[in-house]
């Protein structure tokens, strides 16, 4: 079983950085794809990006976009994801999931084709 764990988050103001990490306790190249998702205050849990098992390709929801970033380094099981610009709306609980999609350059930002799930790590974007 793969265990998920987020750090990284916390209050940070409008405009600022932050880099969430993910570290998985087996390895996870080549096998798992990895999402990143958030749950606002008072609303449901929703994709932000992913980043795929094989060749490290991402996609992004709309919002985020050219704002956040995923990298995965395979030689520490880590997965993280760089928050720039980041705006109120940010605010929310992340959480990445492992996806086991071996040797593909396909991976996707729906809640339930995940298998793994951190225990979350909190971001508060306030002035």
């Known amino acids: 079983q793969l265990q998920l764990v987020e750090s990284g988050g916390g209050p940070v103001k409008p405009g600022g950085s932050l880099r969430l990490s993910c570290a998985a306790s087996?390895?996870?190249?080549?096998?798992?794809?990895i999402g990143w998702f958030r749950q606002p205050p008072g609303k449901e849990r929703e994709g932000v990006g992913c980043i795929s098992s094989n060749h490290n390709i991402t996609h992004y929801v709309d919002s985020v976009e050219g704002r956040f970033t995923i990298v995965r380094d395979d030689a520490k099981n880590t997965v993280y994801l760089q928050m720039d610009s980041l705006k109120f709306e940010d605010t929310a609980i992340y959480y990445c999931?492992?996806?086991?999609?071996?040797?593909?350059?396909?991976?996707?930002?729906?809640?339930?084709?995940?298998?793994?799930w951190g225990q979350g790590t909190r971001v508060t974007v306030s002035s």
């Open positions: 999931a492992a996806d086991l999609i071996p040797f593909s350059d396909k991976c996707v930002m729906r809640n339930h084709d995940y298998d793994y």
């Open positions: 087996d390895a996870i190249k080549d096998f798992w794809a």
